[in-house]
């Protein structure tokens, strides 16, 4: 089954209300919690800097590059997801203190995160993820299928057409413990189509990393238990495995190219998307 391209122009991807708000790429709190509320291009070696294709320095927490513009309604930015977005900030804290522990423990236990309330707070943080996940995916110009905005909007509770999959990236742990916290890591993968043509796709795939912990995604129609794969099933514990590179090169020496490297070095594999698709 193939993905349909659609532009939604001034529609709100989730709701078809008028789109008059902007998504934040990075929320605000990570971006605050990391670097404070002041002058960015002032902090050195250190300063957030939002790389795509060339390198900008951010100078604030509400600069509009760390945005989606006009992609969600203000309804649907705000009131309705102010219950997911406050579940991902707890679990975005708890992410960056604990990422070294993590590591050790190759596990992420949702009822360590959210307490006896765990089954609601996960159910709303991955609600988090399909949001920002779905702005991903309605600006690449594909249409986001009725199960999944149906599922946001509370007209199902199963999701059946993305899938997630948690992984750590010892590299990056490693590169915050050596600069002692100095260093923040929060980075977005390119979405990725896996297909015949670029008019015909039948997977779209991304990531996310925060503190060394990606969450990975794939879109696909075919994600049903009546057709090939098992759709997304939300559990107190999932398994960490990790996602490294064989070996760093020398020759790289800015955390920025140490980073690239890190993050992009599985991004082409194939197996990934398998994967998460056969899980």
């Not at 986001?144 to 999959?165: A, E, G, P, R, Y």
Request: net charge neutral.
């Amino acid at each position: 089954m193939y993905l349909n391209s659609k532009t939604y122009d001034q529609n709100c991807w989730i709701c078809n209300d008028f789109a008059n708000s902007d998504e934040h790429k990075f929320k605000k709190s990570d971006i605050t919690s990391r670097y404070g509320k002041g002058e960015y291009s002032k902090k050195g070696n250190f300063k957030p800097i939002h790389i795509k294709n060339t390198e900008t320095v951010i100078r604030g927490p509400k600069a509009k590059i760390l945005t989606f513009e006009n992609v969600l309604c203000e309804k649907c930015n705000n009131e309705r997801s102010q219950p997911w977005d406050n579940s991902y900030t707890i679990f975005s804290e708890y992410l960056r203190k604990n990422s070294s522990s993590l590591l050790k423990e190759k596990e992420l236990n949702f009822k360590n995160i959210y307490g006896n309330n765990w089954e609601n707070e996960t159910v709303n943080l991955f609600k988090y993820f399909t949001k920002v996940f779905g702005c991903q995916i309605s600006t690449a110009n594909t249409e986001v299928s009725k199960n999944i905005t149906d599922f946001l909007l509370d007209k199902t509770k199963n999701l059946k057409h993305l899938k997630f999959k948690f992984y750590l990236k010892p590299d990056i742990i490693h590169l915050q413990e050596y600069y002692k916290n100095e260093y923040s890591h929060l980075f977005y993968g390119k979405v990725k189509w896996i297909g015949k043509s670029i008019s015909e796709i039948e997977s779209l795939t991304g990531w996310f990393t925060n503190s060394g912990i990606s969450i990975y995604w794939v879109y696909n129609l075919s994600i049903d238990k009546e057709l090939d794969f098992i759709p997304f099933e939300i559990k107190q514990i999932e398994y960490l495995p990790y996602l490294m590179a064989d070996s760093l090169p020398k020759n790289l020496n800015e955390i920025k190219e140490l980073v690239e490297f890190i993050e992009n070095y599985n991004s082409e594999k194939i197996e990934l998307t398998n994967e998460l698709l056969n899980e």
